[in-house]
């Protein structure tokens, strides 16, 4: 059950009232005990060509294995020739700014409501002792179309709806691509995973927007979570770092490379790949001086779709790893605010 709203982020600044007790983490003495503000090694990922990816040259199987090996350590790429000019990537920037930029009563003229998702705000509080993150968002589920929930649409700044169609069309194009090219770089049918994907398949798009804070070391803008999804598209910001990866209980940083998208895979592709693509725990950390902003896509399969590893990554050296799943984003919120790592309840 979902506890009082609290303030969003941007609130408590303009408040004046200081840094409220409930974002400031206390050491644990593991990892996490470190000032969140610690300098990290950026991490070493490719930029993969989508489109070579599906291509039958020796440079695309090149691209594969280059994909296949960025997946399998980092779980994390960085992807260009995804038919997205830089116009438009700049404009989704801009309108993202522009909508958190606005008054406070404009904006909450698309609040989240207690107990749901979707909608302006920040996100839920589980339990008394959650500690919170520093970030603001609008969460919106993009696709199918039926599924729009449109009063949480902004209409203000102009243009914002539109372009959030566009740019969704304009990911599914890139999605059906990146299952094809992870599907080939396991040497599996191209569909396979988007047969498990699922015709209805949900997009959820969320609009982050992570304030200047006063005390980097102590408090965080995402805490480490691994994502729900089938994968993540991100747009992080084009200036501002934050976006971190652990492998091997360190952290490193994302790297900001211009006009890509960041893809990132999700639990369940860890689930359907029998664990040989890692999703990836990964966290956000603030800034002193400078505001970041983030736009991250969900792609999460059809609520009625079992997920499971594909038959062909089962074999005797490589025993199935995971159970069916069903819905699994629903027991993955849960879990995540309890800072519990969800897939390991689809463990077998
Ligand atoms: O802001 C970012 O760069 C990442 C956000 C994120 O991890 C998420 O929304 O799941
Ligand atoms: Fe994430």
């Known amino acids: 059950m979902e506890k009082p709203k609290f303030k969003t982020v941007q609130e408590v600044i303009a408040s004046g009232e200081g840094l409220p007790e409930r974002y400031l983490h206390t050491p644990t003495g593991d990892i996490e005990s470190q000032p969140l503000d610690a300098p990290v090694p950026e ?41 997205m000019t830089e116009a438009f990537l700049e404009k989704i ?11 406070t009563e404009e904006k909450q003229k698309y609040a989240r ?24 968002r609008l969460y919106l589920t993009t696709y199918p179309e039926d599924q729009r929930k449109l009063h949480f649409w902004p209409e203000i700044p102009a243009g914002f709806r539109e372009t959030l169609h566009e740019y969704t069309m ?47 070391d102590k408090v965080i803008g995402v805490k480490p ?25 360190k952290w490193y940083k994302a790297p900001i490379v211009p006009d890509t998208i960041l893809i990132n895979v999700g639990d369940q592709i860890e689930i359907m790949s029998n664990g040989i693509y890692k999703s990836p725990v990964h966290r956000v950390v603030t800034n002193r001086e400078k505001e970041r902003i ?9 609520a009625d779709q079992e997920i499971h590893p594909v038959e062909a990554l089962v074999t005797e050296t490589r025993p199935r790893l995971y159970k069916t799943v069903k819905k699994y984003v629903e027991l993955y919120f849960e879990y995540y605010q309890q800072g519990r790592r969800p897939i390991e309840a689809a463990l077998i």
């Open 43 to 83: 991490m070493d990922i490719p930029a993969i060509d989508l489109i070579l990816l599906l291509s039958p040259s020796d440079n695309g199987r090149q691209e594969l294995t280059k994909l296949h090996s960025a997946l399998s350590t980092w779980g994390v790429v960085q992807v260009m020739n995804h038919g």
């Open 93 to 103: 920037y801009e309108l993202t700014k522009q909508f958190f930029a606005l008054p």
């Open 113 to 136: 409501e207690i107990g749901s998702i979707q909608g302006y705000g920040n996100d839920m509080i589980l339990s008394d002792d959650q500690v919170l993150d520093w970030i603001d």
């Open 170 to 216: 304009k990911q599914q194009v890139v999605i059906k691509q990146f299952f094809k090219g992870m599907a080939r770089s396991l040497e599996l049918d191209e569909n396979c995973f988007l047969d498990m994907y699922g015709e209805n398949a949900m997009m959820d798009t969320r609009f982050n927007l992570y304030p200047p804070c006063p005390r980097p």
């Open 225 to 249: 979570h691994a994502d729900g999804s089938a994968f993540t598209l991100l747009l992080p910001d084009k200036d501002v770092e934050g976006l971190q990866f652990l492998k091997d209980g």
């Open 294 to 302: 983030s736009v991250a896509t969900f792609c999460v399969p059809g």
